[in-house]
């Protein structure tokens, strides 16, 4: 048996209390991820974001009459910047929230978000492009159930490329499509009609002037977002749908075919006849790195039959895919299998080759 410094007998130590060392302003009990409910909270639906903060409407499902003017009464707009619990949690328009705090709407008052309700949709595209190469993907509106590609007949021409991708996009956030084709006073449509005929996407022509009933019936009563590249008219039609939406206007470069994106942010502006519309800035391009071949594929229910015994990995746009054969059998339309190969060539690509080079 060993022995102490003293030479007596080495003994087990005894610890008590006093030996714990306590680390000075440390608490000790254990943090907790539960956050406080806010049953009390109301609910906002956002219009619109600029830089941290978050112009949102109160009182947007309360009101049931047909009426603009009594859809107003119990309304107001709300400004609002996001809790610090929520993180990185982004908040785009079109997202429905949960505000407390001064929710007057008063001059100068300032709401905190505190929940984002679960989203039906979500609009992505990815920032794979030339603008964009971060390859971030990026929200664009959340809520959305019908998205409105507008695109001019001419001046600037139609960029079929860039349309393929804004169809997949909406594929994958699984929300109804819309062409709008504009400036139908400088070319016919006919041809561009066509080419989107296989994937049976609707579409309206608007005429310079002309009566916008059947536009606004198939926009009423949903939420639609309206995309295109600069130049298209987009922010004119938004202005003729929403006479007090004061958009701005400009035209389109005689040398490079592109017009200036005259609309900075998204904003939600809601119908005489119910229903809203998102107006987004124009763009130029529109990432699909966030979009996978399968997502593509489930859009052409007639075809998916046929992949079966493609090889594994195969991206049915080379000699290897099994869906020439199960075509040439005549198990669906030639038409639908080039539509197919078409939309998954856009979402390979990264800028949109139809897109007017620059001088």
């Known amino acids: 048996m060993g022995t102490d410094a003293g030479g007596g007998p080495l003994r087990k ?17 254990p943090r907790t991820r539960i956050r406080p409910a806010h049953e009390q909270a109301v609910e906002g639906f956002v219009v619109t974001v600029d830089r941290g903060r978050y112009t949102c409407l109160v009182g947007a499902g309360e009101e049931k009459a047909r009426r603009r003017k009594d859809r107003a009464a119990g309304r107001r707009i709300v400004v609002a910047m996001k809790a610090r619990e929520l993180g990185r949690k982004g ?15 008063a001059p100068d008052t300032l709401a905190r978000v505190v929940r984002v309700e679960p989203r039906t949709s979500m609009l992505r595209r990815s920032a794979d492009d030339t603008e964009d190469t971060d390859g971030i993907e990026r929200p664009v ?42 400036k139908s006073d400088l070319a016919p449509p006919e041809e561009l009609v066509a080419q989107y005929a296989p994937l049976g996407v609707p579409y309206v022509v608007i005429h310079k002037g002309g009566d916008l009933g059947e536009l606004r019936e198939r926009l009423a009563g949903r939420i639609s977002v309206l995309v295109g590249h600069s130049g298209v008219g987009k922010s004119t039609l938004v202005n003729a749908l929403v006479p007090d939406a004061n958009r701005a206007v400009s035209h389109v470069n005689a040398v ?23 107006d987004t800035p124009g763009v130029r391009s529109f990432g699909l790195a966030h979009v996978s071949v399968e997502t593509v594929l489930a859009g052409f229910p007639d075809l998916v039959e046929g992949t079966v015994t493609c090889p594994k990995g195969c991206t049915h746009l080379g000699e290897e895919c099994a869906l020439d054969g199960w075509v040439a059998a005549g198990h669906a339309d030639p038409a639908r299998l080039t539509s197919l190969r078409r939309l998954l060539a856009s979402r ?3 800028a949109d080759d139809d897109r007017p080079a620059a001088p």
């Open 13 to 29: 130590r005894e610890y008590d209390e006093d030996d714990v060392r306590i680390r000075p302003g440390k608490g000790s009990r």
């Open 91 to 105: 908040i785009v328009v079109g997202d429905r929230v949960a505000l407390v705090g001064d929710v007057s709407g």
């Open 348 to 350: 390979e690509g990264t």
């Open 141 to 182: 509106v959340a809520n959305a159930d019908q998205l409105v590609i507008v695109t001019a007949l001419a001046d600037p021409p139609p960029r079929p490329r860039m349309i393929d991708r804004m169809l997949v996009a909406a594929f994958d956030a699984d929300i109804d499509t819309l062409l709008c084709l504009t």
């Open 256 to 278: 490079t075919g592109r017009g200036r994106h005259t609309s900075t942010s998204a904003v939600a502006l809601e119908l005489p006849e119910g229903g809203w519309i998102i």
